[in-house]
């Protein structure tokens, strides 16, 4: 079936680095990609998303580019912050379909 | 706008027992999809509702059951809880037409012991 992959974690870095989170995904034609955040003891907001092929999302400074040709959508972000900590999951969906989701990968910023 | 809604917050129960878990959609959204999230891993999909049938169903034994409501509200059932469904049991809401982009509520701790 479908699967989505995605770095693990933790990834560790110091207030204004500059973050990448690998993403692939597997699914044959046009899926529509996401990233979600999930905050401690909460559910999952969408932070972006992409349905088209060489679509870029954005939102909150965070940015990821549909590559068809690598199928990946990879995370990325200039300068994070200490608030940015959190579990990020990538997921796909296709036509009409549920998502299906990564591992997630944790993000630890530190002062 | 309320968002989607979740209840209980959590929950304990004991092997074999049952447990109904509650949701109400985002306003104007017509379809409903549960997920569980066990600790340390990504969301899995259960099942999704719309009006009132199960259109899509994920890998999850027959013990796992649902329903929506004409107000489109869902119940998520576990039968003869086992160890293993100790997850965080997730609701998301949608439109049909574009049922990718889903909204999750906060989530339901199920402990079972």
């Known amino acids: 079936g479908d699967s989505v992959t995605q770095m693990e974690g933790p990834v560790t870095l110091s207030e204004e680095a500059f973050l990448t989170i690998n993403c692939t995904y597997t699914a044959t034609g046009y899926p529509s990609l996401f990233w979600y955040v999930q905050y401690p003891g909460e559910g999952l907001q969408l932070l972006l998303k992409?349905?088209?092929?060489?679509d870029k999302g954005s939102n909150k400074g965070f940015e990821a580019t549909y590559r068809k040709e690598t199928t990946s959508f990879h995370l990325e972000k200039g300068s994070v912050q200490v608030s940015d900590s959190a579990v990020y999951f990538c997921a796909e969906s296709l036509g009409y379909s549920t998502l299906t989701f990564g591992k997630g990968t944790m993000l630890l910023v530190s002062p | 706008d309320a968002g989607v809604t979740q209840s209980p917050t959590h929950l304990i129960k004991t092997r074999g027992q049952q447990v109904t878990l509650r949701c109400s959609p985002k306003s104007g959204h017509d379809t409903v999809s549960w997920y569980q999230q066990a600790l340390g891993q990504g969301p899995q999909f259960i099942f999704q509702y719309y009006e009132e049938e199960e259109r899509q169903r994920g890998n999850f034994p027959d013990r796992f059951s649902g329903h929506q409501f004409p107000n489109y509200s869902s119940e998520l059932n576990v039968n003869a809880l086992l160890l293993g469904d100790s997850a965080l049991y997730l609701c998301a809401s949608s439109l049909l037409v574009t049922s990718y982009e889903q909204y999750f509520g906060p989530g339901t701790r199920l402990t079972v012991t």
């Open positions: 992409a349905t088209k092929a060489d």
